[in-house]
């Protein structure tokens, strides 16, 4: 990619323009992202502009300066006419880009076999936005892509809904037609490289994944990696407007959303042009490979761990889920100095304290042992430092930032993972207790440990924090 190249992505709030976005921050790029609302995880790096794809005239003033505009424009959720709003989209965008002198579109489109009067409004309407994009006077590469494997994208997060939520599954007609998956970081990959196409062609690339599967054998390869085990029971005939309603019930998706998913499964969707891998020289992952590779990463980085509370929070309490993974983060004000606060931090556990009801924790740790499990693992004295890997009762030390950041991962029989996590946060002369307890459920069995026990572990990690916190307030008044 050439460094002259001043990159734009218009709809770098959608899920493909996020990943893209930080792609380009992480190779030192330094995109103008463009979208009518701020992107939330935009770092100081990168610089955002308003526009709005309805407005030629917002787009003029963003795509100012711009040599090459990623187009990743979505209507799926938009109200209305999706298909009206996206042409409308498009010819305001080629209006914009022309007028700002853009040297080359690179815009993401849908993959599907067959002819335009057999195909959904979705893949039309994406179609016809690439038609559009190329009739322009500006050179345009386009790719055409089926199924997208990565955590956050729909398809993928319906998927998971479906495997971890239900033990059977009925399995309609549109879960047995071909596709070919590719992973994100995949797709990601191809966009990245055809900024540097150049010359005044028009350009079209299928790509995909390197196997083609089934909508079922998606799922039943992601069974498989969550060591799930799933029946599924084929029957002739159910509605698209029954499985859409199925998956609003569900999963993530609402039901128009729904229905554009199951409208476009029910197409092949297989790469017949391998011309991409050829000129772009990406040897794409399979689709296994691709869902363990979107699970790891979803995972290791603890990214799941940050939560919107910060160090002027003070006992709010807040509750998402992220993919399969519950979190539940608390902030406690305390009047101590960060590393007097850490203090208390690091006396948590082993022959020290849980700092509230340590019968409980001590009980969890026998009913563990009974069942094959670690139970509790008693360490000798006050550890003043931690390193990765050491053993606090039934947690390992996950991540380790001294006077700072404490992550333990539960090593308890579960079914799932779960972690605690303590930051201190400075707030001026004081400092901010940041509680997260995370569970990342496998299944039904996981779905129904978190809410059975839900109430009794907020009972816990509320006193938890209150009492560490109020330790922490009492060490420094004695020091004073």
Not at 31 to 52: A, M, Q, V
Not at 149 to 168: D, T
Not at 460 to 470: K, S, T, V, Y
Request: net charge positive; hydrophobic share 40%; charged share 25%.
């Amino acid at each position: 990619m050439s460094e002259l190249n001043r990159i734009a992505i218009v709809g770098s709030t959608g899920y493909v323009g996020g990943l893209l976005t930080k792609a380009l921050l992480d190779a030192a790029q330094a995109p103008i992202c463009i979208s009518r609302r701020k992107p939330e995880k935009l770092t100081d790096s990168g610089e955002w502009r308003h526009g709005d794809v309805l407005s030629a005239e917002s787009l003029e003033t963003a795509l100012k300066g711009i040599d090459v505009a990623y187009y990743l424009v979505h209507g799926l959720a938009d109200e209305g006419d999706f298909a009206d709003l996206e042409r409308r989209g498009a010819k305001n965008f080629v209006k914009a880009a022309e007028v700002a002198g853009i040297r080359r579109i690179v815009y993401l489109g849908a993959l599907a076999r067959g002819d335009d009067d057999e195909q959904s409004a979705h893949i039309a309407s994406r179609h016809l936005v690439g038609r559009i994009l190329r009739g322009s006077r500006i050179p345009t590469t386009e790719f055409r892509a089926s199924v997208i494997i990565g955590v956050g994208s729909m398809p993928f997060e319906a998927i998971r809904a479906l495997v971890e939520r239900l033990p059977v599954m009925v399995t309609p007609k549109w879960v047995r037609y071909p596709v070919q998956p590719i992973a994100a970081t995949d797709i990601v990959r191809y966009l990245l490289a055809a900024a540097a196409d150049d010359g005044d062609r028009d350009y079209v690339y299928e790509v995909g994944g390197s196997d083609r599967v089934r909508y079922k054998d998606l799922m039943a390869k992601y069974a498989e990696a969550r060591g799930l085990r799933r029946l599924m029971i084929p029957v002739p005939v159910i509605t698209p407007r029954l499985s859409s309603l199925w998956l609003k019930l569900i999963t993530p998706a609402n039901y128009k959303i729904g229905r554009r998913i199951v409208d476009s499964a029910a197409h092949n969707s297989f790469v017949a042009d391998t011309s991409a891998e050829e000129r772009f020289r990406v040897t794409p992952m399979s689709a296994s490979d691709a869902i363990v590779t979107a699970l790891r990463e979803e995972k290791q980085n603890l990214d799941f761990l940050e939560t919107s509370l910060d160090a002027s929070s003070s006992g709010d309490f807040l509750k998402i889920a992220s993919g399969t993974t519950f979190v539940d983060s608390r902030a406690f004000a305390i009047n101590a100095s960060p590393d007097d606060a850490f203090e208390a931090v690091k006396r948590i556990g082993g022959d020290n304290t849980w700092y509230w009801a340590d019968w409980l924790w001590r009980l969890r740790g026998s009913m563990d042992r009974m069942i094959g499990g670690v139970g509790m693992r008693r360490r000798p004295g006050a550890l003043r430092s931690f390193k990765l890997g050491d053993s606090i009762d039934f947690w390992r030390v996950e991540r380790y930032e001294p006077g700072k950041r404490l992550t333990l991962k539960a090593e308890m029989k579960l079914p799932g993972d779960a972690w605690l996590d303590l930051k201190v946060v400075p707030h001026g002369d004081r400092s901010t207790l940041i509680q997260t307890s995370a569970f990342d459920h496998r299944g039904l069995p996981g779905l129904l440990y978190w809410y059975g026990l839900y109430p009794l572990h907020t009972l816990i990690f509320r006193n938890l924090g209150r009492e560490l916190a109020a330790r922490a307030d009492s060490n420094m008044n004695t020091k004073l």
